[in-house]
Nanobody, 123 residues
Framework: QVQLVESGGGLAQTGESLKLSCTAFGNIHSINNMNWYRQAPGKKRELVAAISRDGDTNITESVKGRITISRNNAENTIYLQMANLQPIDTALYYC?????????????????WGQGTQVTVAS
């Protein structure tokens, strides 16, 4: 199994910055894509940013220019740097990973989710 642990959320004022972290723990063979999603109250979960193992990134258009995603493969960790935060960024931010663990017949890949870290932006 792979466990994802997020940190770095909290309360911010409009215009401030926050940096979220997500680390994967467990008997990990390899991790492919790692993504950040968010879900605001009453809304569907949406993709914020994605990063491949090779470092290729995909940022949702609505947050481009304010959010960057980065990755440290050696530590199985991704980061989400958020700048110029706005009240619309208030949400529960989830980490996702497509990870593989060694099974009896080889590597078994599954989707894993973290518990989420709350980001609240006050106006």
């Amino acid at each position: 199994q792979v466990q994802l642990v997020e940190s770095g959320g909290g309360l911010a004022q409009t215009g401030e910055s926050l940096k979220l972290s997500c680390t994967a723990f467990g008997n990990i063979h390899s991790i492919n894509n790692m993504n950040w999603y968010r879900q605001a109250p009453g809304k569907k979960r949406e993709l914020v940013a994605a990063i491949s193992r090779d470092g290729d990134t995909n940022i949702t258009e609505s947050v481009k220019g304010r959010i960057t995603i980065s990755r440290n493969n050696a530590e199985n960790t991704i980061y989400l740097q958020m700048a110029n935060l706005q009240p619309i960024d208030t949400a529960l931010y989830y980490c996702y990973a497509h990870g593989g663990i060694m099974g009896f017949y080889g590597v078994v890949y599954s989707d894993y989710w973290g518990q989420g870290t709350q980001v609240t932006v006050a106006s």
